[in-house]
């Protein structure tokens, strides 16, 4: 029988690569650190042995593509037109306070929806990112490529503060990231794992932050 997840595509739909990183991060996320190996990945994908080494030699370099496919698969949480439209609402904003709470209105949208869809349907990205997370301390090579693939989400965090009006876009989207990974850390995997806040919600705290730093 093919152990092969029901997550995972079938062979035939992606590129070998990428199904052999979705595979990693589906057993990062099912097993933990010490359940991705080779020939689990050939097992998970039903690909005939040996075939994750011939893409990924290394256990460095199957770490290495699990990273980038996590950062490529979180970066399709919400679509272009999506973060576009608070990009454009903060680019607009002015001194004026109607205007800085469009903006952060905007930019509170966004982050809630991105928070929710992560709480709701990609529960499996974010288990695999702290496995790798953790690793990362102690692999100064898979470091390097982890921090590459965070500042694909910190510098745009720091333009659409930015373009809100925020007189510290940099320190603001330290915070704002720090807070983001914070909601999704202590519901995925903390004190409040049995209850996910509502979009609503989350809406709520994120427009509060905001009005803070786009009216400081």
Known sequence: MNARSDRTPAPAAVPRHELIADAALTLLAERGMRGLTHRAVDEQTGLPQGSTSNVARTRAALLEAAVRRLAEREAAVLTARERSAAGRAGAGAGAADAETEDAGAAVAEALSLALHRYLSRHRELLLAR??????????????????????????????MLAAAGSADPERHAMSMVAWCDGILFSCIAGQFHAAAP????????????LDGMLRG
């Open 198 to 209: 509502t979009r609503a919600a989350l809406r709520t705290s994120c427009a509060e932050l």
């Open 130 to 159: 702290y496995e790798l997370a953790l690793e990362a301390t102690r692999r100064p090579e898979l470091r390097a490529v982890y921090d590459r693939a965070g500042r694909a989400f910190r510098e745009p965090m720091a333009a």
